[in-house]
């Protein structure tokens, strides 16, 4: 199963509630805009695609062999793996 293609945002929608486009056509509305957790949800809901491609860049992660030993390594790569959580997190939580 495939999902809309390209940058989701977040826009107002009037006094119906939040919005989520990817420019050319509408992908979800997220509750009426009076309750605080809806904005949340379509900051969520719009960042979508960016928690997919962290978890795909993730996923492809190698570990560098350059390192003299092991322990090095895999440190280098757990470091790679949690900026990249992080800044997905982040950007899920409306932070970025």
Same mark, same amino acid.
């Given at each position: 199963m495939?999902?809309?293609?390209?940058?989701?945002?977040?826009?107002?929608?009037?006094?119906?509630?939040?919005?989520?486009? !990817?420019?050319?056509?509408? /992908?979800? =509305? @997220?509750?009426?805009?009076? +309750?605080? #957790? !809806?904005?949340?949800?379509? /900051?969520? =809901? @719009?960042?979508?695609?960016? +928690?997919? #491609?962290?978890?795909?860049?993730?996923?492809d992660?190698?570990?560098?062999?350059?390192?003299?030993?092991?322990?090095?390594?895999?440190?280098?790569?757990?470091?790679?793996?949690g900026?990249?959580?992080r800044?997905?997190?982040?950007?899920?939580?409306?932070?970025?």
């Amino acid at each position: 199963m495939k999902h809309t293609k390209g940058k989701w945002n977040l826009f107002l929608q009037d006094d119906n509630g939040f919005g989520i486009t !990817n420019g050319d056509s509408v /992908i979800a =509305i @997220a509750g009426e805009n009076d +309750l605080p #957790e !809806n904005e949340a949800n379509a /900051i969520l =809901i @719009a960042s979508a695609p960016e +928690l997919i #491609e962290a978890l795909q860049s993730i996923n492809d992660l190698k570990v560098n062999l350059g390192f003299p030993d092991r322990q090095t390594q895999w440190q280098d790569w757990a470091k790679k793996v949690g900026r990249i959580a992080r800044e997905a997190i982040a950007k899920a939580e409306g932070g970025i």
